[in-house]
């Protein structure tokens, strides 16, 4: 019996509820049944051809640039909103929740933001060839972090979201050791720019240990690296974007000068301390008076004194790049090329391919050598530049220390604060609003 004389059969026959159910099921199945009978049987060649298959490419292949774009300019204005609106923890971590299918696992993480920041660098070292989507997706969350801090941060970057899953009970970094690893963002964003523009890759991308998880296609060893940071982040929460993330250097610098920054409490803060105990970053401003006479004495003398160290750590930081870009020079296959030239023995060459594919270049080992002393050069100048950067970042953050500063009730941190809402559901002030 053919699949439309059955429908017709049960439609027929019974009572008049099953009737008109097995109507409504069979009518739904009936073309899913007839999508899979093949109308025509397909041909037999004698030569054994074989009839290839339509292949129809994934549904995000028919998304276009422009959408993308849309796409994070609506995440950003939601994300404004349940944070300065809506005040919902629940809220922001269901919808990174979505954010992380769409961007991470169905974007598979590109066009990422972090790492458009190497594709700008090239842009403007070279002058010009900078996609609009790529830069858009560069601006965006830069603009929107300007305006109210770190919203991208809260719910829209996937790198955060995943993270923000698998937080299960924090510690909070001594102060020291914070401060010094939150210098590693500085040295990953410097070196990044210094191997994008001189043609080494792009060593933010390389170095994403998400990135993998997110196509399922990488290496063993970044899967482990990407598992491992999950694994710490049970603990130290949201260890990559606090001590690694390069673009979290820019957010933390425009949203410095964010024109609304997160309030904690909605109204009326009453300093009872709770949102202290529920920030897992140690993004929560304590109250404190401002300096007396003396301790004013004693932050002006070592303001002076940090000041006087300004030329000894620019110059400090310039001379240890300078002596690392020799060794970060290696990455770039130039290099790379002139080194394995003067250790591979004559009769080994052609067990190299590189080897191989520059002798057919019709080139000799000089000017390999001449190329590969030109890529040193210019990594030197280009990580000195980096140090003399970390040197200037490290003199301002020792001169913040000194500022005569008076804080009157808790809130939150313009450079640390993630606005992940955690400090929400305890405030008393929240809770009588609701």
Same mark, same amino acid.
């Given at each position: !019996?053919?699949?439309?004389?059955?429908?017709?059969?049960? *439609?027929?026959?019974?009572?008049? /509820?099953?009737?008109?159910?097995?109507?409504?099921?069979?009518?739904? !199945?009936?073309?899913?049944?007839?999508?899979?009978?093949?109308?025509?049987?397909?041909?037999?060649?004698?030569?054994?051809?074989?009839? @290839?298959?339509?292949?129809?490419?994934?549904? $995000?292949?028919?998304?276009?640039?422009?959408?993308?774009?849309?796409?994070?300019? /609506?995440?950003?204005?939601?994300?404004?909103?349940? $944070?300065?609106?809506?005040?919902?923890?629940?809220?922001?971590?269901?919808?990174?929740?979505?954010?992380?299918?769409?961007?991470?696992?169905?974007?598979?993480?590109?066009?990422?933001?972090?790492?458009?920041?190497?594709?700008?660098?090239?842009? +403007?070292?070279?002058?010009?060839?900078?996609?609009?989507?790529?830069?858009?997706?560069?601006?965006?969350?830069?603009?929107?972090?300007?305006?109210?801090?770190? &919203?991208?941060?809260?719910?829209?970057?996937?790198?955060?979201?995943?993270?923000?899953?698998?937080?299960?009970?924090?510690?909070?970094?001594?102060?020291?050791?914070? /401060? &010094?690893?939150?210098? +590693?963002?500085?040295?990953?964003?410097? $070196?990044?720019?210094?191997?994008?523009?001189?043609?080494?890759?792009?060593?933010?991308?390389?170095?994403?240990?998400? +990135?993998?998880?997110?196509?399922?296609?990488?290496?063993?060893?970044?899967?482990?690296?990407? !598992?491992? +940071?999950?694994?710490?982040?049970?603990?130290?929460?949201? @260890?990559?974007?606090?001590?690694?993330?390069?673009?979290? &250097?820019?957010?933390?610098?425009?949203?410095?000068?964010?024109?609304?920054?997160?309030?904690?409490?909605?109204?009326?803060?009453?300093?009872?301390?709770?949102?202290?105990?529920?920030?897992?970053?140690?993004?929560?401003?304590?109250?404190?008076?401002?300096? %007396?006479?003396?301790?004013?004495?004693?932050?002006?003398?070592?303001?002076?004194? &940090?000041?006087?160290?300004?030329?000894?750590?620019?110059? %400090?930081?310039?001379?240890?790049?300078?002596?690392?870009?020799?060794?970060?020079?290696?990455?770039?296959?130039?290099?790379?090329?002139?080194?394995?030239?003067?250790?591979?023995?004559?009769?080994?060459?052609?067990?190299?391919?590189?080897?191989?594919?520059?002798?057919? *270049?019709?080139?000799?080992?000089?000017? /390999?050598?001449?190329?590969?002393?030109?890529?040193?050069?210019?990594?030197?100048?280009?990580?000195?530049?980096?140090?003399?950067? !970390?040197?200037?970042?490290?003199?301002?953050?020792?001169?913040?220390?000194?500022?005569?500063?008076?804080?009157?009730?808790?809130?939150?941190?313009?450079?640390?604060?993630?606005?992940?809402?955690?400090?929400?559901?305890?405030?008393?002030?929240?809770?009588?609003?609701?």
């Amino acid at each position: !019996m053919g699949t439309t004389a059955y429908a017709e059969h049960w *439609t027929s026959n019974g009572p008049l /509820a099953a009737r008109r159910f097995a109507g409504v099921c069979l009518g739904l !199945m009936v073309p899913l049944f007839a999508a899979g009978e093949s109308r025509f049987p397909q041909p037999q060649f004698e030569t054994g051809h074989k009839v @290839p298959q339509a292949v129809h490419p994934a549904f $995000v292949a028919h998304v276009p640039p422009w959408a993308d774009v849309l796409f994070l300019a /609506a995440a950003l204005a939601v994300s404004v909103w349940l $944070v300065r609106r809506v005040r919902s923890r629940r809220a922001i971590l269901a919808f990174s929740v979505a954010c992380l299918a769409w961007f991470g696992f169905v974007r598979q993480g590109c066009v990422c933001p972090v790492g458009a920041v190497q594709n700008v660098a090239v842009a +403007v070292w070279s002058g010009g060839g900078l996609p609009w989507v790529v830069a858009a997706f560069f601006a965006l969350p830069l603009l929107a972090a300007l305006l109210y801090g770190r &919203v991208f941060c809260a719910a829209v970057c996937p790198l955060g979201a995943l993270q923000e899953l698998f937080v299960v009970r924090p510690v909070r970094v001594p102060r020291a050791l914070d /401060a &010094v690893l939150r210098l +590693v963002p500085l040295a990953v964003l410097s $070196v990044g720019v210094v191997f994008a523009v001189n043609g080494a890759g792009f060593l933010i991308c390389r170095t994403d240990p998400f +990135v993998g998880l997110f196509r399922r296609s990488a290496p063993l060893p970044m899967l482990l690296a990407g !598992m491992a +940071v999950l694994l710490l982040g049970m603990a130290v929460a949201r @260890p990559y974007c606090r001590y690694f993330c390069p673009y979290g &250097v820019l957010l933390e610098a425009c949203s410095r000068l964010s024109w609304r920054r997160l309030e904690i409490a909605s109204h009326d803060c009453v300093n009872c301390r709770l949102c202290v105990g529920a920030c897992p970053v140690g993004a929560v401003e304590v109250p404190r008076e401002s300096p %007396g006479g003396a301790e004013r004495g004693r932050r002006f003398r070592r303001f002076v004194r &940090v000041l006087a160290l300004a030329p000894l750590l620019v110059a %400090g930081g310039a001379g240890a790049g300078w002596m690392a870009g020799a060794f970060a020079a290696k990455a770039h296959p130039d290099v790379a090329l002139a080194e394995r030239l003067a250790t591979a023995a004559p009769a080994d060459e052609d067990l190299h391919p590189e080897i191989a594919a520059f002798r057919r *270049t019709g080139r000799d080992r000089e000017w /390999a050598e001449a190329r590969a002393a030109s890529t040193v050069r210019k990594f030197r100048a280009g990580c000195a530049g980096a140090g003399a950067f !970390m040197g200037a970042v490290v003199l301002l953050r020792l001169l913040g220390l000194t500022r005569l500063r008076q804080i009157s009730e808790h809130g939150a941190d313009r450079i640390r604060c993630f606005a992940c809402g955690r400090c929400f559901p305890v405030c008393p002030r929240n809770v009588a609003r609701r």
